[in-house]
């Protein structure tokens, strides 16, 4: 079983920061790919960022203002200069080799302006 604890959203004012972290646990042999997505009301969930064999990939309306990087089996998001079209729920994801990809339970980001 495989588990994805994310952590580290919030409130913040437009033009501020936040750092979400992701770590994943149970039986992990390998990943191939983590990343985050977000779902905002009332919107499809997208892909916000992605890294994949040390290869990192953005959505076009964060690029420049997120960083994605992994320490083994945690993910982080860095996210400056927010503004209110960010705020949604955030989701950590994860791949294995094989696998099918596990989700983490969300963390909220709410940027006022």
């Known amino acids: 079983q495989v588990r994805l604890v994310e952590s580290g959203g919030g409130l913040v004012q437009a033009g501020g920061s936040l750092r979400l972290s992701c770590a994943a646990s149970?039986?992990?042999?390998?990943?191939?790919?983590m990343g985050w997505s977000r779902q905002a009301p009332g919107k499809q969930r997208e892909m916000v960022a992605v890294t994949r064999g040390g290869v990192t990939d953005y959505a076009e309306s964060v690029k420049g203002r997120f960083t994605i990087s992994r320490d083994k089996n945690t993910v982080y998001l860095q996210m400056n200069s927010l503004k209110p079209e960010d705020t949604a729920v955030y989701y950590c994801?994860?791949?294995?080799?094989?696998?099918?990809?596990?989700w983490g339970q969300g963390t909220q980001v709410t940027v006022s302006s």
């Open positions: 149970g039986s992990i042999f390998s990943i191939s790919v």
């Open positions: 994801n994860m791949k294995m080799p094989g696998s099918n990809y596990y």
